[in-house]
């Protein structure tokens, strides 16, 4: 499995940023994807996850209504949209399937 997350970049608050994560070497139709962020000193913390079809959604209280995730399994790919950033949502971004993650992309909130 190969996942490949891209997007990241230096953002102002109250900007926002759409992450892509391209995933190869499964079919990925079949899993269920989600994002993982971890910052500086911290642990990593759940984000959102999709269901295979993308009809079912899940979200961490700290971003639900500011973030949103999709998937198009036809590119096998799964996105995430963030939205009203904050200096808090600063993170190394990791896509997951199951326990595996991709290099991750950094997103830094910062005026």
């Known amino acids: 499995v190969q996942l490949v997350e891209s997007g990241g970049g230096l953002v102002q608050p109250g900007g926002s940023l759409r992450l892509s994560c391209a995933a190869s070497?499964?079919?990925?139709?079949?899993?269920?994807m989600g994002w993982f962020r971890q910052a500086p000193g911290k642990e990593r913390e759940f984000v959102t996850t999709?269901?295979?079809?993308?009809?079912?959604?899940a979200y961490a209280n700290s971003v639900k209504g500011r973030f949103s995730i999709s998937r198009d399994n036809a590119k096998n790919t799964v996105y995430l949209q963030m939205n009203s950033l904050t200096p808090e949502d600063t993170a190394v971004y990791y896509c997951?399937?199951?326990?595996?993650r991709g290099q991750g992309t950094q997103v830094t909130v910062s005026s």
């Open positions: 997951a399937k199951g326990a595996q």
């Open positions: 070497r499964l079919t990925f139709s079949n899993y269920v």
């Open positions: 999709i269901s295979t079809s993308g009809g079912n959604t």
